[in-house]
């Protein structure tokens, strides 16, 4: 037997010079799913233009509660940034507390968007302008479970060591999916909070 060590190969930390084949993925599942909302909200701009009764038929909706779940989700999208930030610079153990902070606030939005469906005083069944509410704010707040799925699996990684300055494309293709689905809210509150407001101003 010779005395020789055996060579040992590091794995691969990504492709060099281009963007990985994840990235591409989640780009293209951006650009599906964003194309699925611009659907819902140019529904309810048309029906809102086509109906003769007033829009909402149970007055203005509040601002307040959506307003605070707004700068709630707009952190979480921050606090994820500084953690991947921190992990560019190679401090993956600082990191750990802004990924913690990202799911907490998103979690927060998750439990205030359900107290505010349980709160309202019609449902998806009650008319054209419920059944647009309960499924638009639905079709996000799935995004949002799932995000927060996929930022609990980066969160359990990092901590494992998976990543470090070199390794960590998983973390900005994770990222990008949260941020796409904080700017999606933007789009959402606009049309279903702010809009009324204008069009009875």
């Known amino acids: 037997m010779s005395g020789t060590a055996p060579v040992v190969t590091p794995l691969p930390v990504g492709s060099a010079g281009k963007l990985s084949g994840g990235w591409w993925g989640v780009i293209a599942l951006i650009v599906t799913e964003a194309s699925l909302f611009g659907y819902l909200l140019f529904t309810y701009f048309y029906l809102a233009a086509q109906t003769g009764q007033d829009w909402p ?32 610079q190679g401090g993956v153990r600082s990191s750990i507390f802004g990924f913690i902070a990202a799911i907490a606030l998103g979690s927060a939005f998750v439990a205030i968007q359900l107290l505010e469906w349980k709160n309202k005083t019609f449902s998806i069944n009650s008319d054209l302008y419920g059944s647009l509410y309960f499924t638009i704010t639905g079709f996000h707040l799935c995004h949002v479970i799932i995000g927060l799925g996929v930022l609990l699996l980066l969160l359990a990684w990092t901590m494992m060591g998976y990543f470090d300055h070199k390794r960590h494309v998983a973390i900005t293709i994770g990222g990008v999916y949260w941020h796409f689905v904080d700017v999606v809210w933007l789009f959402v509150f606009s049309t279903l909070y702010l809009s009324p407001y204008l069009q009875r101003g």
């Open 57 to 88: 038929p149970t007055g203005l909706p509040g601002l307040l509660i959506p307003g605070i779940n707004t700068i709630i989700l707009l952190a979480s999208s921050a606090a994820f940034w500084a953690g991947e930030r921190r992990i560019r």
